[in-house]
Nanobody, 126 residues
Framework: QVQLVESGGGLVQAGGSLRLSCAAS????????MGWFRQAPGKEREFVAG????????RYADSVKGRFTISRDNAKNTVSLQMNSLKPEDTALYYC???????????????????WGQGTQVTVSS
């Protein structure tokens, strides 16, 4: 089991940038596929980005391709999401998640992730 704590959310104007971080506990973190999801009010949780254990395989939702970048530092047990050119529709609660296995490619289905953080709020004003 991995415990996850997100940080870095906030209020930003459209066109701006934010960097989210997820700190993970657990010695096997480096072997797990990790993902970022988001959930806006009244909507279902949706996949944003995923990364495999070594960082070589990344996957993005079409809505964020070219704007968001996922990365990880296994030495520091962290996963990050760099978000550029933010839009009001990116407003949501963002969650970090662990697949609990070296799943390849990163799953887009939230049900395939077993550990979740509490989320960090991102609000983009127009």
């Amino acid at each position: 089991q991995v415990q996850l704590v997100e940080s870095g959310g906030g209020l930003v104007q459209a066109g701006g940038s934010l960097r989210l971080s997820c700190a993970a506990s657990g010695r096997t973190f480096s072997t797990y596929t990790m993902g970022w999801f988001r959930q806006a009010p009244g909507k279902e949780r949706e996949f944003v980005a995923g990364i495999t254990w070594g960082g070589s395989n990344k996957r993005y939702a079409d809505s964020v391709k070219g704007r968001f970048t996922i990365s990880r530092d296994n030495a520091k047990n962290t996963v990050s999401l760099q978000m550029n050119s933010l839009k009001p529709e990116d407003t949501a609660l963002y969650y970090c998640a662990s697949a609990g296995a070296p799943t390849l490619p990163p799953p887009v289905n939230a049900g395939e992730y077993i550990d979740w953080g509490q989320g960090t709020q991102v609000t983009v004003s127009s």
